[in-house]
């Protein structure tokens, strides 16, 4: 299977405590991005990146929340000092790069803050 | 940046015919997506539409109209697996998608 893969597909974690996810795109795809998704919203967009470089942030990303790419492959996204307002579904998504702009999302990653 | 709007649930007749619509007001607009998305799965690409007009995939199609702002998801010959939440989102200048709420469309016998 060669789509988009996360990992772990569930984590639970205590208040306070830090927690990192890892996405690997489809081999090909120079875009990577991540988003959160609660119950009943659509996905919200956090941040993403062309090849190694994050050129988008959205205001979502407080600064307890980090992500790198740093080979342009597999990105991981950290969320540091988690607070029960984090519990979520973190999607990975990535997508040629090329124009339009098909993302092909992974199963994600559900966060839940105790 | 955009804003989507789309109804929050919909609910049809296996077999029948049904439309999703979507409207949006954006800033830089480059098209936009229609996802699938079952619950506790990831949306999956539907389709992309960024001209005016209708595109048919199979038992699905979308239509854009820009001037209007206005799009839509049609559905035929409903089955029972197509209840899930169907996602608008509008590519901006940068191509980032930005998505609806959904519209959670269930499918009864």
């Known amino acids: 299977d060669t789509g988009v893969s996360q990992n772990p597909r569930h984590k639970i974690t205590k208040r306070g405590q830090n927690v990192t996810f890892r996405c690997d795109p489809i081999?090909?795809?120079?875009?990577l991005y991540w988003y959160r998704q609660t119950l009943g919203q659509g996905p919200e967009f956090l941040t993403y990146?062309?090849?190694?470089?994050?050129?988008?942030k959205s205001r979502l990303l407080s600064d307890r929340f980090s992500a790198e790419r740093p080979k342009g492959s597999f990105s991981t996204l950290e969320i540091q000092r988690t607070e029960q307002g984090d519990s979520a579904m973190y999607l990975c998504?990535?997508?040629?790069?090329?124009?339009?702009?098909?993302?092909?999302f992974g199963p994600g990653t559900r966060l839940l803050v105790l | 940046g955009q804003n989507i709007d789309q109804p929050t649930e919909m609910t049809a007749t296996e077999g029948a015919i049904v439309q999703i619509n979507c409207t949006y007001q954006t800033s830089g607009f480059n098209g936009l997506f229609w996802y699938q998305q079952h619950a506790g799965e990831a949306p999956t690409f539907l389709s992309y539409?960024?001209?005016?007009g209708l595109e048919e995939k199979g038992r699905f199609s979308s239509f854009l109209s820009r001037s209007k702002g206005y799009s839509y998801l049609l559905l035929k010959e409903l089955q029972m697996k197509d209840s899930a939440s169907y996602l608008c989102a509008g590519a901006g200048g940068s191509y980032i998608p930005t998505f609806g709420r959904g519209t959670s469309l269930i499918v009864h016998p």
């Open positions: 539409n960024v001209l005016d």
């Open positions: 998504a990535s997508s040629l790069g090329t124009g339009q702009e098909t993302q092909y």
């Open positions: 990146f062309q090849n190694e470089a994050q050129l988008e």
């Open positions: 081999s090909e795809h120079n875009r």
